[in-house]
């Protein structure tokens, strides 16, 4: 398996414009975590996803965040518009079962918004 | 609420010097904790968790729960072992909680 996959690893937009994250989560796994990493922050959990259907996003910042999971194996990150504010590293996670179960890690997507 | 706490950001050692990176959790449940690894231009990795009891390259860690802490320690540290450390909590809720990590550099 070739474990956690998204995409783009680097992106670089300028405020205003619409981003669009990827995930492809392992296969069989049927949770789904979005993460963003910041050095004032750390990683904070921004949306859960459970058999494809949205189970907590109260860490998403604000609505111009915005997550989808339309199948198993395929979910999306949206920000619009972007500030620059939102520049961090975003990343996917999978997990067997929802509870406590470990996490895989996607290699993440470096967001620069200038 | 759940809250973990890694009071150093950066943590450097010599070469086959013991380490010990710090973990505190806050939490009113039975907690579950983690540590995961991320070395550089990798991704993030379990390294152990707190109910496996195992050692992981070298590395052990004990859920203390009267300091309510889960220190990572190693006798013997070595330069392969430099990169991020993260501890992380999982409760009775899907919500796995991560501290700030620790910047760990293992000097030759």
């Known amino acids: 398996d070739a474990g956690v996959i998204q995409s783009p690893r680097h992106e670089v937009t300028e405020m205003g414009q619409e981003v669009t994250l990827r995930c492809k989560p392992i296969?069989?796994?049927?949770?789904l975590f979005w993460y963003r990493q910041t050095m004032m922050r750390g990683l904070e959990l921004l949306i859960y996803?459970?058999?494809?259907?949205?189970?907590?996003d109260s860490g998403m910042p604000e609505d111009r965040f915005s997550a989808k999971m339309p199948n198993a194996s395929f979910s999306t990150l949206k920000i619009q518009p972007s500030e620059p504010r939102d520049s961090a590293v975003y990343f996917c996670?999978?997990?067997?079962?929802?509870?406590?179960?470990?996490?895989?890690f996607g290699n993440g997507t470096r967001l620069t918004v200038t | 609420a759940q809250r973990v706490t890694q009071p150093e950001k950066l943590l450097s050692v010599f070469k086959g010097a013991p380490v010990e990176l710090k973990c505190n959790y806050s939490?009113?449940?039975?907690?579950?904790l983690f540590w995961y690894v991320q070395y550089s231009r990798q991704r993030l990795q379990l390294l152990l968790r707190?109910?496996s009891r195992e050692s992981i390259k070298g590395f052990t860690a004990d859920l203390n729960k009267g300091e309510t802490s889960f220190h990572l320690k190693k006798p013997f540290a070595q330069e392969e072992d430099s990169a991020m450390y993260y501890c992380?909590?999982?409760?009775?809720?899907?919500?796995?909680?991560f501290g700030k990590g620790t910047l760990l550099t293992v000097n030759p």
């Open positions: 996670a999978s997990s067997e079962y929802a509870s406590n179960s470990p996490l895989h």
């Open positions: 296969s069989g796994h049927n949770s």
């Open positions: 996803f459970n058999n494809n259907v949205p189970i907590d």
């Open positions: 939490y009113s449940g039975s907690p579950e």
């Open positions: 707190h109910i």
């Open positions: 992380a909590l999982g409760g009775s809720n899907y919500k796995l909680t």
